[in-house]
């Protein structure tokens, strides 16, 4: 049975968002035509974007056949991650430290890669970004923990 | 006449200050530094270093994000010519001929020509923008609520047309940014929606972490997976001034590729992709010797890269005057003046002169920067292809999250980037473009505006989108677009043409 896979998933994750929004929009005032209240145009929208979903959805079962290339775990782990720890410390350890651990994090990505040369790069980097941010963009960074 | 003459000269002042020229200078530099790396295209260079406009005066703001606009797509063209490598889509043709070129020791030479060419370019979609900008804006003026809402629509469904891959697909994606850009407190009732209690999405999903997240961040996953070696530039640069006969070959090309890459950066959609097409296809066609074109013709080189550049500039028109970006780079354009409480539109010229005669005359200004910049950097730039990955992406990732930190210092918009760097690659695995969603997203809040105050002035009768002559034109335009692209014989001519 050949189906296109991208679409066939490309449609069900829009069905979802749409209907998740509509969810959530359901208990907010619609309003009329004349005076639209909050929920007017964003339920209008996701009314559309379900529609729309369905159309890929529905093209996925019958176009030509694709597969979805193969996600692979550890650069995408490594990547979110170095985001996740930058995010986690830059307000608790300050910014060079979260810069510190996000690079180190991030290296995780390919394998072999966390050695002296990447520890020397964080740290270089996380001068030029304290120099550049904290001092001559007056962003007001903390910068020890 | 006189006004315009006013305008350049209040524009030159402007764009002269010590200041903006610094600014536009730093924007030409960075944008060429980080649009010369591999796969970095426009887009995510301007992501990347939107941060440095922050705290800037908004002429200066959106000078200095232009000169990263025309640094980062020479930079793409720089890579194209060398590496084989295009940037974006827009220097995909310039690989052609300008890396066959290189291969045959002329590296030198195509990246003098794309350079003059593009200056060449740059000075005369710059004067076409400052004539059409004004007449345009005080049609623009008498505009009704409805009427721009129909335009909008219209230039959402002509973006698609021009843009890559499934128009289904793509229609979905804005509708996907639209709803995005719903989110937060309603502004006319105040109420708050889509924003599950959070403080961080009370006033709507930053622009910022979203463009970071989509463009910038889940690029690089990606090119984890995938990419392991890099090509490196086996030729040399070569002699850089261009020999006689390929001054001959090259200039009629740059005055053509510039005429049509003016004409068509206006329509929305891929604007500067669409021209370097267009400009390739008739330097091949005008040829007296087309077999040389792919074997390294100059006139390949010239004519798209011309036509790019002064697609990139003419695409200014519509923002400026209309306030609509016509492309997802001009969205970014649109964003950053919405950050500096500046709406753009026909209101622009009258109520900011400085900023709208300052971008048009700094276009100029950066063009010329460009070709001082680039052609004796050459050496560095090419040094810089060969930086390893490996430095490459923890650099952008820390950039990008420090960036996100800064605009507000708020670590929620560092979380919202990584919601939407999952998001992003989710897309590219399931083959969706997110450039449709950013249009999407700049233009909803826009829409939602003028579709409520179209329909209060109508007393809440949808027929005011029809019964206004402009607005009907506008829309029976959006729907013969959209039935056109359902016809299997159009569809067929698009797909073809993009598959060159």
Not at chain 2, 85 to 99: F, K
Not at chain 2, 135 to 147: E, N
Not at chain 2, 198 to 214: N, R
């Amino acid at each position: 049975m050949a189906r296109n896979l991208p679409d066939l998933a490309g449609g069900a994750l829009l069905i979802a968002l749409a209907a998740a929004a509509l969810y959530f929009l359901e208990p907010l005032p619609l309003g009329t035509a004349a005076r639209p209240g909050a929920a007017f145009l964003p339920t209008i929208v996701a009314a559309l974007l379900a529609i729309l979903g369905a159309l890929v959805l529905v093209r996925g079962l019958s176009g030509l056949p694709d597969g979805i290339e193969r996600a692979h775990l550890r650069p995408a782990a490594a990547v979110l991650g170095a985001i996740a720890v930058f995010a986690l410390l830059v307000e608790r350890a300050g910014l060079p430290g979260a810069i510190l651990a996000a690079v180190l994090t991030a290296v995780l990505a390919r394998p072999r890669l966390l050695d002296r040369r990447s520890l020397l790069f964080a740290v270089l980097l996380a001068a030029a970004c304290t120099a550049a941010f904290r001092y001559a963009l007056n962003v007001p960074f903390r910068l020890l923990p | 006449m006189e006004q315009i003459a006013d305008g350049i000269a209040l524009g030159l002042a402007v764009a002269l200050s010590p200041q903006n020229l610094l600014y536009c200078f730093l924007g030409v530099l960075l944008g060429t530094l980080i649009g010369v790396l591999p796969g970095i295209g426009p887009v995510p260079t301007i992501a990347i270093l939107l941060p440095i406009t922050y705290g800037l005066e908004p002429s200066t703001a959106l000078i200095t994000a232009a000169g990263i606009y025309y640094g980062a797509q020479y930079g793409g063209s720089t890579t194209a010519i060398l590496c084989n490598l295009p940037g974006e889509t827009s220097s995909l043709i310039t690989c052609l001929d300008g890396h066959a070129m290189a291969r045959r020791g002329q590296a030198g030479a195509a990246l003098a020509v794309a350079a003059i060419g593009s200056f060449a370019a740059g000075t005369v979609a710059a004067l076409a923008v400052a004539l059409a900008g004004p007449p345009l804006a005080r049609v623009a003026a008498a505009f009704s609520a409805a009427d721009y809402f129909s335009l909008m629509a219209l230039g959402l469904i002509g973006s698609v047309i021009l843009a890559r891959g499934s128009v289904l697909k793509a229609i979905a994606m804005i509708v996907v940014g639209a709803l995005f850009g719903l989110v937060g407190a309603d502004p006319t009732t105040v109420q708050e929606r889509l924003s599950f209690g959070l403080p961080a999405l009370a006033d709507g999903i930053g622009f910022v972490p979203i463009a970071m997240g989509l463009f910038g961040i889940a690029e690089i996953v990606v090119n984890l997976e995938r990419a392991t070696g890099r090509r490196l530039l086996g030729a040399t640069i070569g002699r850089i001034w261009p020999t006689r006969d390929q001054w001959r070959g090259a200039a009629g090309a740059i005055m053509r590729g510039t005429g049509l890459g003016t004409l068509l950066g206006v329509l929305p959609g891929g604007g500067a992709v669409l021209g370097s097409f267009a400009a390739y296809t008739v330097e091949k066609r005008l040829s007296h010797a087309p077999e040389r074109f792919g074997q390294g013709a100059i006139e390949g080189v010239a004519g798209p890269e011309s036509a790019n550049n002064a697609a990139a500039q003419s695409s200014f028109i519509p923002l400026l005057t209309l306030g609509i970006p016509a492309n997802p780079v001009m969205a970014l354009m649109l964003a950053i003046l919405v950050i500096q409480n500046i709406a753009p539109g026909p209101t622009l010229v009258a109520a900011r002169p400085d900023v709208f005669w300052g971008v048009i005359a700094s276009m100029w200004v950066g063009n010329l920067m460009l070709v001082v910049l680039n052609l004796p950097l050459v050496g560095v730039w090419v040094r810089l292809l060969n930086v390893p990955y490996r430095y490459l992406f923890p650099a952008i990732i820390v950039f990008c999250c420090t960036g996100a930190y800064s605009v507000g210092n708020k670590v929620d918009d560092v979380w919202i980037m990584l919601a939407f760097a999952a998001f992003g690659y989710l897309l590219l695995k399931l083959k969706f473009e997110a450039a449709p969603l950013l249009l999407g997203y700049v233009l909803a809040p826009m829409m939602e505006e003028h579709f409520r105050r179209a329909l209060s002035l109508g007393h809440g009768e949808f027929a005011v989108f029809v019964t206004s002559p402009i607005s009907a034109v506008l829309l029976a335009l959006s729907v013969l677009l959209l039935a056109s692209m359902a016809l299997p014989a159009w569809r067929r001519r698009r797909e073809a043409a993009f598959r060159r």
